[in-house]
Nanobody, 124 residues
Framework: QVQLVESGGGLVQAGGSLRLSCAAS????????LGWFRQAPGKERDFVAA????????YYADSVKGRFAISRDNAKNTVYLQMNSLKPEDTGVYYC?????????????????WGQGTQVTVSS
């Protein structure tokens, strides 16, 4: 059973930056897909970014392209989300997730394991 623990959330002013981390344990992550999703208050959980465990394939939601960057450290079993030029509309609970897939997916139902989430609040 894979377990995921997010960290790095917090309160930041618009235009600022945060880096989220997601540490994975309890399983072999080869051939897996790692993703970040977020859920704003009163809204559904939306896809943010994804990266394959081995290789360079990444994918971003249009709303974060050019501002966010997903990366991973295979040795540490950790995936990161660097968030720059933050906007108030980026506010929400950010979740990392893992899918048993080497193909990029943006639909949350394709993901098998989820973290507990970390709050990101961007003030205007």
């Amino acid at each position: 059973q894979v377990q995921l623990v997010e960290s790095g959330g917090g309160l930041v002013q618009a235009g600022g930056s945060l880096r989220l981390s997601c540490a994975a344990s309890g399983g072999t992550l080869s051939s897996y897909l790692l993703g970040w999703f977020r859920q704003a208050p009163g809204k559904e959980r939306d896809f943010v970014a994804a990266i394959v465990w081995y290789g360079d394939n990444t994918y971003y939601a249009d709303s974060v392209k050019g501002r966010f960057a997903i990366s991973r450290d295979n040795a540490k079993n950790t995936v990161y989300l660097q968030m720059n030029s933050l906007k108030p509309e980026d506010t929400g609970v950010y979740y990392c997730a893992i899918a048993r897939s080497s193909v990029i997916h943006t639909i949350q139902d394709r993901y098998d394991f989820w973290g507990q989430g970390t709050q990101v609040t961007v003030s205007s």
